[in-house]
């Protein structure tokens, strides 16, 4: 008889406003970058934190700058494949929005935020005229349609989804009525 697979250990209740917390976001199962955060909202399923830009430097992607400076307001949820993080320049200035294809956030049992990272993004500029696609090319080598086609479809499906929002006008409606 064989031993039951080990299960996941159970994520702790909602974090509370204004505790600190830890951003982790992994890709390709290795930690990518690691930030401090100060949580804005948590109802147990949705997540909302606050962190100023974390690399050194400026990160130029022809459509936006992401500068020091900046600050995100950066929505996880625990049963959506997608993040959200508003962008405000220094001045407070909204610059859009950079919404990154993930598996539902994991709070770990230390309070830490983990979100891994599924290759596909959206960009939506503020005044929502610019709605892009980014990184079809590297979602397809990644190679997890051929290890979890099932994983691959959610991604593409939250892609899509997002997509539809920023188009349809309805992108403010999915934050509406939280803080960010």
């Known amino acids: 008889m064989s031993e039951p697979a080990p299960q996941p250990a159970p994520s702790p209740g ?19 970058v690691r930030y401090d955060a100060q949580v804005l909202h948590d109802d147990g399923v949705r ?19 992401f500068e020091p400076g900046d600050v995100f ?14 962008v405000r320049d ?18 770990t049992g230390d309070g830490a935020l983990v979100s891994e990272d599924l290759d ?15 990184d079809e090319d590297e979602f397809a080598a990644s190679g997890l349609a051929g290890r979890d086609p099932a ?4 991604a593409s499906g939250a892609l899509d989804e997002l ?10 409606a999915l934050l509406a009525g939280l803080p960010g």
């Not at 994983?151 to 959610?154: E, P, Q």
Request: contains cysteine.
């Open 120 to 134: 596909l993004d959206l960009w939506l500029s503020a005044d929502g005229t610019d709605v892009r696609r980014l």
């Open 73 to 86: 307001t950066e929505h996880y949820w625990r049963d959506r494949w997608y993040a959200v993080k508003e």
């Open 14 to 32: 909602p974090l509370p406003p204004g505790s600190a917390t830890c951003v982790r976001l992994v890709k390709a199962g290795r930690e990518k």
């Open 47 to 65: 997540v909302v934190v606050e962190a100023p830009w974390s690399l050194p430097g400026t990160r130029d992607f022809g459509f936006v700058r």
């Open 151 to 154: 994983a691959a479809a959610r």
């Open 90 to 107: 220094a001045r407070g200035v909204l610059k859009g929005w950079y919404c990154d294809i993930t598996r539902p956030v994991r709070v």
């Open 163 to 172: 997509e539809a929002l920023a188009r349809g006008g309805g992108f403010r």
